[in-house]
């Protein structure tokens, strides 16, 4: 009778590239195989496991969906040897660190970081800037920037300051639409807004905007750049912090409008609050902030 193969994470990593690049073409480039290992290693998996995985067809390759349990196991294995990799060297301060934050934070963040690999050349980072947030609680990062704070019970965070929110403009959009530079609240309905992309406008300054009777968004994006680069070139108002606007060419506004501020949290794993590196980067990340929003 024959042996039951078993599943070896050779062959779930192709199945997990598989799945993202749908072409055994693309996923062998991927991984740096030829495709025709890519396939053999699939084969082997539906082998092992008695059933089929992958639909193949001339318009490309799908997973099926009573695999996407292996995919799950494959992203946790991927993620965890990530982990383990970042954690290597921690006592003699080398590693790395990997950091997720907003487009805003980009700037500041970066500066720290390159002020410590000055004097820990060995630390090395990597940082996640996107609208999806990762996921801290599975260390898809090890330190994460957040504006809300967490529910979950693994994590640890820091309150570490609050961002003062104020309206800007560039210069001609003042003298076109604002001649004493001052927005009421009577006027927000007639005024032309620059806000977040749709599948983000549930944000809190997106509904405070909203709620003070903001209706003409002209220009929508999920990218913090794209609404202060559209700012400057005279699109609308945009609501932005005022300690992290670094623009020269932006007038903040005058208004009769109690403005907002944004909480700031540091966030990371339980697990990593005895680990040098991660406690040294909290630290700079710390000293920073509340130097930039006090």
């Given at each position: 009778?024959?042996?039951?193969?078993?599943?070896?994470?050779?062959?779930?990593?192709?199945?997990?590239?598989?799945?993202?690049?749908?072409?055994?073409?693309?996923?062998?480039?991927?991984?740096?195989?030829?495709?025709?290992?890519?396939?053999?290693?699939?084969?082997?998996?539906?082998?092992?496991?008695?059933?089929?995985?992958?639909?193949?067809?001339?318009?490309?390759?799908?997973?099926?969906?009573?695999?996407?349990?292996?995919?799950?196991?494959?992203?946790?294995?991927?993620?965890?040897?990530?982990?383990?990799?970042?954690?290597?060297?921690?006592?003699?301060?080398?590693?790395t660190v990997r950091l997720?934050?907003?487009?805003?934070?980009?700037?500041?963040?970066?500066?720290?970081?390159?002020?410590?690999?000055?004097?820990?050349?060995?630390?090395?980072?990597?940082?996640?800037?996107?609208?999806?947030?990762?996921?801290?609680?599975?260390?898809?990062?090890?330190?994460?920037?957040?504006?809300?704070?967490?529910?979950?019970?693994?994590?640890?965070q820091r309150h570490v300051?609050?961002?003062?929110?104020?309206?800007?403009?560039?210069?001609?959009?003042?003298?076109?639409?604002?001649?004493?530079?001052?927005?009421?609240?009577?006027?927000?309905?007639?005024?032309?807004?620059?806000?977040?992309?749709?599948?983000?406008?549930?944000?809190?300054?997106s509904q405070w905007l909203?709620?003070?009777?903001?209706?003409?968004?002209?220009?929508?994006?999920?990218?913090?750049?794209?609404?202060?680069?559209?700012?400057?070139?005279?699109?609308?108002?945009?609501?932005?912090?005022?300690?992290?606007?670094?623009?020269?060419?932006?007038?903040?506004?005058?208004?009769?409008?109690?403005?907002?501020?944004?909480?700031?949290?540091?966030?990371?794993?339980?697990?990593?609050?005895?680990?040098?590196?991660?406690?040294?980067?909290?630290?700079?990340?710390?000293?920073?902030?509340?130097?930039?929003?006090?």
């Open positions: 009778m024959e042996t039951s193969l078993q599943p070896s994470w050779d062959d779930l990593r192709v199945l997990l590239a598989l799945h993202r690049h749908r072409s055994f073409l693309a996923a062998g480039r991927a991984l740096g195989v030829s495709t025709s290992t890519a396939a053999r290693r699939i084969e082997a998996l539906e082998r092992a496991l008695g059933r089929q995985l992958v639909h193949r067809s001339s318009a490309g390759t799908s997973v099926e969906p009573d695999a996407l349990e292996l995919i799950n196991l494959a992203e946790q294995l991927e993620l965890g040897l990530q982990v383990v990799k970042r954690d290597e060297g921690d006592a003699a301060m080398t590693g997720s934050l907003s487009e805003g934070f980009v700037q500041p963040v970066t500066r720290v970081l390159s002020a410590l690999r000055r004097t820990h050349p060995a630390l090395h980072f990597e940082m996640i800037s996107e609208t999806r947030m990762a996921d801290l609680a599975r260390r898809e990062a090890d330190i994460g920037i957040r504006v809300a704070p967490s529910t979950s019970p693994v994590l640890i300051g609050r961002i003062q929110l104020g309206f800007y403009a560039a210069r001609a959009y003042v003298e076109r639409r604002l001649r004493d530079g001052r927005l009421k609240r009577d006027d927000m309905a007639r005024h032309d807004f620059l806000g977040f992309d749709v599948t983000i406008e549930k944000t809190p300054q909203a709620a003070q009777g903001a209706k003409r968004f002209v220009f929508r994006s999920n990218s913090s750049v794209a609404l202060q680069e559209a700012a400057e070139q005279g699109q609308g108002i945009a609501l932005m912090g005022t300690q992290v606007t670094g623009s020269s060419t932006l007038v903040r506004l005058e208004t009769d409008i109690e403005l907002p501020s944004v909480p700031v949290y540091l966030a990371f794993h339980r697990e990593l609050r005895n680990v040098k590196r991660v406690r040294l980067v909290l630290d700079a990340l710390e000293a920073m902030i509340r130097a930039a929003t006090t």
